[in-house]
Each structure stands twice: as structure tokens, then as C-alpha cells.
T-cell receptor
Framework: AQSVTQLDSQVPVFEEAPVELRCNYSSSVSVYLFWYVQYPNQGLQLLLKYLSGSTLVESINGFEAEFNKSQTSFHLRKPSVHISDTAEYFCAVSDPRGSNYKLTFGKGTLLTVNP | KAGVTQTPRYLIKTRGQQVTLSCSPISGHRSVSWYQQTPGQGLQFLFEYFSETQRNKGNFPGRFSGRQFSNSRSEMNVSTLELGDSALYLC?????????????FGPGTRLTVT
């Protein structure tokens, strides 16, 4: 069975500071990896995904994540955060083999960007 | 193109009652998945439907059920509500069952059980 561990439940940072949200997964097979963002009172929005190929993936709003197979990690980073990045971030994993494509989510990391 | 819509957005029910939540996927999407989100358990997979058939089911009691119609709209039903069923219920759609990497979520239905 797959599982996802988000090591920090809350991460407070100041505006324009760099941030890293950590995500580790456990799976014995190749996986798809995702980061979703949830703003207050909204559903989840896909931020970025790793399916195959380049281990560094980027989003349109400056976030990036690096797939590290040896460390089974998929940490999310941004070099300079804005107030508007305040939200909850979820890491998720899916096994692309077979027919069971459900997403398994981590417990989430609440990123709070302070002025 | 309109996104995933869920109705109602907010719902208050009493223990023992039943509730039905509705999800309309993005036009052309035939796969619909449901998730329960609570502060304690996080996001948990409930079930997935494709072409009116349940393909996958999470680890929830039989009180939780769902269905999908020929137009891909989906409903989930919870019978004999318990306090612990209070949660945000999220629906997500994708083109087919194997395109989970392009899954779009709705805003959710906030269910409060008193």
C-alpha cells in the first residue's frame, strides 16, 4: 500500500523568504506524484505533477518540486513567497500500474506567509 | 468550459438522517471520484465511478454509497448519519479512469452533522 508523509503540518514564513514543504512517500513501484493547493473554502487545485522524465517539475506561479527516487521524496520549493501563497498544500501519490488509480494524500502542510 | 460543480455547498443534518450530495463533472469527463476531508484524517478516497460503474472503493462503511448517471453526473449518499461524518466532501473528475493525472476538483460540500 502507498502512503505519503508530509513532515510539517504548519510552516510559517515571512514574505519574500524561500520555503520548502517536505513530502516523502512509500511505494515499491514507480509512482505518479502530485502537489495540490487548497485555498480557504475552496477545493483542491493541481499545482504540479511528476509522471516521468525530468525529475524537476515547475508550476506557472514559481513553485517547483524535485522527484528523488533514492530518497522517495518530492519536496516543494519556492525561492520567494508572497502573501497570496498562504494556503494548505497536499502531496499525493498514485500507482500508475493496473487499474487502481486513486490518489493517496498526505495530511497537508499549512503555509502561512506573514508580511 | 465550466469546472466541476457540487451541490449543495453547505448542509446541516441531524444524526440518524440521510443525505445526498451531487457532483457535475467537467463536460466530457466520464470519471468521477469522491473524497472525504476531515481535520483528523485528512483526505480519504471514498469511491470512483466510470461509465456508471463503480471501479474503486475506499475503506468506508456501507452507509456510504454512490452512483453515476448516463450523463456522468454523480451522487453520493450517506445513510444514518453520525457526528463523525461531518466533513468536506470533494468530488473530482477526469476524462477517463486512467487519466488521474488530469483530475479536477470541485469546491466541495461542507456537511455538518449535529
Amino acid at each position: 500500500a502507498q502512503s505519503v508523509t508530509q513532515l510539517d503540518s504548519q510552516v510559517p514564513v515571512f514574505e519574500e523568504a524561500p520555503v520548502e514543504l517536505r513530502c516523502n512517500y512509500s511505494s515499491s513501484v514507480s509512482v505518479y506524484l502530485f502537489w495540490y493547493v487548497q485555498y480557504p473554502n475552496q477545493g483542491l487545485q493541481l499545482l504540479l505533477k511528476y509522471l516521468s522524465g525530468s525529475t524537476l517539475v515547475e508550476s506557472i506561479n514559481g513553485f517547483e518540486a524535485e522527484f528523488n527516487k533514492s530518497q522517495t521524496s518530492f519536496h516543494l520549493r519556492k525561492p520567494s513567497v508572497h502573501i497570496s501563497d498562504t494556503a494548505e498544500y497536499f502531496c499525493a501519490v498514485s500507482d500508475p500500474r493496473g487499474s487502481n488509480y486513486k490518489l493517496t494524500f498526505g495530511k497537508g502542510t499549512l503555509l502561512t506567509v506573514n508580511p | 468550459k465550466a469546472g466541476v460543480t457540487q451541490t449543495p455547498r453547505y448542509l446541516i443534518k441531524t444524526r440518524g438522517q440521510q443525505v445526498t450530495l451531487s457532483c457535475s463533472p467537467i463536460s466530457g469527463h466520464r470519471s468521477v471520484s469522491w473524497y472525504q476531508q476531515t481535520p483528523g484524517q485528512g483526505l480519504q478516497f471514498l469511491f470512483e465511478y466510470f461509465s456508471e460503474t463503480q471501479r474503486n472503493k475506499g475503506n468506508f462503511p456501507g452507509r456510504f454509497s454512490g452512483r453515476q448517471f448516463s450523463n456522468s453526473r454523480s451522487e453520493m449518499n450517506v445513510s444514518t448519519l453520525e457526528l463523525g461524518d461531518s466533513a468536506l466532501y470533494l468530488c473530482a473528475s477526469s476524462l477517463t479512469w486512467d487519466t488521474i493525472y488530469e483530475q479536477y476538483f470541485g469546491p466541495g460540500t461542507r456537511l455538518t452533522v449535529t
